[in-house]
């Protein structure tokens, strides 16, 4: 703490001196920091799906942070966009408490805000509450453990680059890159309510903030805002990507750190999540797979089945989606940060509103003088069905309403095949193994039986499938205590909400917001952050939610959420106007002592006959520009060292007899995948996939992986391996033996020689 404030002291004479004290508002830093958590056999966040699993990296995930502090008063407000499924109350408190102890004082929970991006293609295993964590078998501290570090890299690389600066707010209109996914639901808002929005069922604004520093007169970062979910990689993926917004930020991150390698360099940017619950990046549109057909629009089926309806595009395959809609947001971005005399400077007080609220008995004011309550926790029908962008397993489908006597009599059975394919049931067959026989009957019936008479009445008309809130067994199933926050710099208010506005809950939420601040006379710009600080999936209009698509059904607390939520927002923003404290509200249970984890962990590696970790077993060949060359290794299990800020693999170009890196397991141009080939002999393989780029310059290359081996008893030991070198653009002057492009595997068939190898 000391010298950073004697660091602070000195910038502020200088400034003084150079500048006069009055002529700027805010010190602001940026930062990055790795996150990228386990790349091999965990559950992948966001589709739930059986199967879905790490299996090796695509493009890194990070954590991006701003700190922004006004001069006169010494507060400041943090803001973290981070590549993640959702953000956790766990992974928050972690941070919060690292914090602390580095900055004793500084930082709060009620000054940090953190916000996931929400892509699909992360690890699982952070989350406290149960239903996060059932489908990967539970917690898996590990994935924690990176979340946390790196978000507090982040912070702290912000912290200590605080100086001062100057943030503009601009906004940009993005075509093309998002649709609303459910239409029928958006289109049962009011007819007068819907007129009053020229883009429609979607918002095709962008908000950008960009932070420029004074002193060296360059720009920092820019942080921006635009609904779309990261689900242009499909369920079908197994490589860890930060989808169209983590490819966005590095497109744009590359192109203003130029000569350090991808991932690096001091500018961020960060695209960041809003209000996107409704809103689709596949924007072809949902089809019937089997005849091309649009799909029955009220329920996203195609002859009833809703597995056969899929959204995709605009590319012909996930990758290319991904890279257009990343394209789409960086160009809009860019051009933000290109055009000044479209950007408006941020000026005014820097304040923050942060309260817990009870959002399962949260009483809401309505307009007719009466009083509503939220419920307790629940999962509708449709939340089964999924979505367009990535159906569920099941026999569900989206708008779902009560009153079918055909669903209420299966749902029993349904039930019982969700929690199946959930792996619920084989998550409690492990816990029997902890448990007496008469708490594991417990723990079934519990599940199985119907949801108390005022849940369901209180819900309606979403049909339960799975009543949450009345789960107590092993521990809680969904949050109750919920965090609510806002932070303001100048003009720009930032509405941390703790799950996924649809379009129309989201410009509500703003508007509510808009009026009271207007009311009083102020300016405000007001932006929605999503899937803030915890996460309690989706917030529909009342309207929306009596149609019970998938985000209806997924509004947990019920039909009155979003008005709760404009009731509290507008309370936080009223305590920041009139400089009242609210109380802070309870704070949640941190559950880390009691998660419960059945993953197994990395017993040992071993390598097939004689080859040690590291060899080269595919070799790559000469290409040309726009073409692929593959090199396959022998390697270790990826979850031994995450390799943060680090990479499994090198595309090192020769330059004039120096090995130089070109690319690294971050870039888009190359693919990192993992096998287990042997499970029981702990035998893996590691294919690198590099797509020359264009621009590649000729040259001579080799491709080289890294990582980590564990042997059953001296444990970890690092390997490297290099391939032969291959020609890009050029052709050989000598010639050369073809090489063979599987090399043979000489493998010892004797099991003696095989287990002395596995000892030693
Ligand atoms: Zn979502």
Known sequence: MQPFKRLKTCLLL?????????????????????????????????????????????IRLYARAFVVEEVATGTRVVFVSVDAGMMGQLVKKQVMDQLELMYPGVYTEKNVVISATHTHSGPAGYMQYVIFNVSNLGFLKQSMDALVDGIVDAISRAHTLVRPAKIYVSQGKVAEANINRSPTSYDANPE????????????????????????????????????????????????????????????????????????????????????????????????????????????????????????????????ESTRIIAERQYAVSKALLEDESGMTALTGSIKYAHQWIDMTKYEVNLADGSTASTCTPALGYSFAAGTTDGPGEFDFTQGTITGNPFWDFISGILKVKVLIHMKVFTFLEFIQGTISANQYRDYISEILKDPEPETVACHAPKPILLDTGEFKYPYAWHPTQVDTQIIKIGQLYLLAVPGEFTTMAGRRLRETVEKLVQEQG??????????????????????????????????????????????????????????????????????????????????????????????????????????????????????????????????????????????????????????????????????????????????EYRIIHKGYYKHIIRGLTPYIGTSKTFLVGLTRVIEEPVEEFFEEVVESKNPFAQLWKLIM
């Not at 805010?26 to 790795?34: E, I, P, Q, R, T």
């Not at 966001?46 to 199967?51: E, I, L, N, S, V």
């Not at 090199?631 to 060292?641: E, I």
């Not at 995450?642 to 870039?667: C, K, M, P, Q």
């Open 14 to 58: 200088l400034v003084l001196t150079l500048v006069g004290s009055h002529a700027w508002e805010y010190n602001a830093g940026v930062g990055k920091a790795d996150v990228t958590g386990p790349a091999a056999e965990i559950g992948m966040m966001g589709y739930a799906k059986q199967g879905q699993n790490t299996a090796g990296i695509h």
């Open 192 to 319: 007068e309510e819907r007129a009053r929005y020229p883009d429609g069922n979607t918002d095709k604004t962008m908000v950008q903030l960009t932070f420029v520093d004074l002193q060296e007169d360059e720009y920092m970062g820019v942080f921006n805002w635009f609904a779309v979910h990261p689900t242009s990689m499909n369920n079908t993926n197994h490589l860890i990507s930060g989808d169209n917004k983590g490819l966005a930020s590095q497109l744009f991150e590359k192109e203003m750190n130029p000569g350090v390698p991808t991932g690096r360099g001091g500018f961020v940017a960060a695209f960041a999540s809003t209000n996107l619950g409704d809103i689709s990046p596949n924007i072809k549109g949902p089809k019937c797979l089997d005849t091309g057909l649009p799909c029955d629009l009220e329920h996203s089926t195609c002859e009833g089945r809703t597995q056969m309806c899929v959204a995709f595009g605009p590319g012909e395959d996930m990758y």
């Open 522 to 699: 102020e300016d405000i710009i007001p932006v929605v952050a999503g899937l803030s600080n915890t996460y309690t999936h989706y917030i529909t209009t009342f309207e929306e939610y009596q149609k019970q698509r998938y985000e209806a059904a997924s509004n947990i607390y019920g039909p009155r959420s979003l008005e709760a939520y404009q009731q509290q927002y507008s309370k936080l923003a009223a305590s920041m106007l009139t400089g009242e404290e609210l109380p802070a509200g309870t704070p949640p249970e941190y559950l880390l002592d009691v998660q419960l984890s059945f993953i197994p962990g990395v017993i040992f590696d071993h390598t097939p006959g004689s080859l040690s970790f590291g060899h080269c077993i595919q070799q790559p060949h000469d290409a040309q520009p726009g073409q692929m060359v593959t090199a396959k290794f022998v390697s270790g299990h990826l979850r031994n060292d995450l390799l943060t800020s680090d990479s499994f693999l090198r595309v090192e170009h020769n330059e004039n007899g120096e090995w130089i890196e070109y690319a690294n397991d971050d870039d888009w141009s190359t693919r990192l995948y993992w096998e287990r080939t042997n499970a029981i002999l702990g035998e893996s393989e590691v294919t690198v996939l590099w797509d020359i780029p264009q621009d590649a310059p000729r040259g």
